[in-house]
Nanobody, 128 residues
Framework: QAQLVESGGGLVQAGGSLRLSCAAS????????MGWFRQAPGKEREFVAA????????YYADSVQGRFTISRDNAKNTIFLQMNGLKPEDTGVYYC?????????????????????WGQGTQVTVSS
């Protein structure tokens, strides 16, 4: 089974941009969708964005709508998260996950939904 590996995190000033990548590699990979989640210090992990693998339909949390853009490259089994207009409250560890968009968008830490795969995370820090 493929592993999900995130990259692209770093330190950026408020108002800046970052582009995260999540690649599935090292084995067979098949999914209906992929998504991004984040976890700020002392807070629960939360949904950020998701994309349908075959439809290309996109879904966003209200807090990032209009600032973040999720996209995919099916040939490379990779998704991206373009983050513009970053704010200090966007700071956290960003994780990618693979599952259907319907499950990704409603997942919460205390739900019964167990997503198929998670990456190891990449740190994003936005300074004020």
């Amino acid at each position: 089974q493929a592993q999900l590996v995130e990259s692209g995190g770093g330190l950026v000033q408020a108002g800046g941009s970052l582009r995260l990548s999540c690649a599935a590699s090292g084995g067979a990979f098949s999914t209906l969708g992929m998504g991004w989640f984040r976890q700020a210090p002392g807070k629960e992990r939360e949904f950020v964005a998701a994309i349908g693998w075959y439809t290309g339909s996109t879904y966003y949390a209200d807090s990032v709508q209009g600032r973040f853009t999720i996209s995919r490259d099916n040939a490379k089994n990779t998704i991206f998260l373009q983050m513009n207009g970053l704010k200090p409250e966007d700071t956290g560890v960003y994780y990618c996950a693979a599952d259907s968009p319907s499950r990704l968008t409603i997942w919460k830490p205390d739900s019964d939904i167990k997503l198929n795969q998670w990456g190891q995370g990449t740190q994003v820090t936005v300074s004020s």
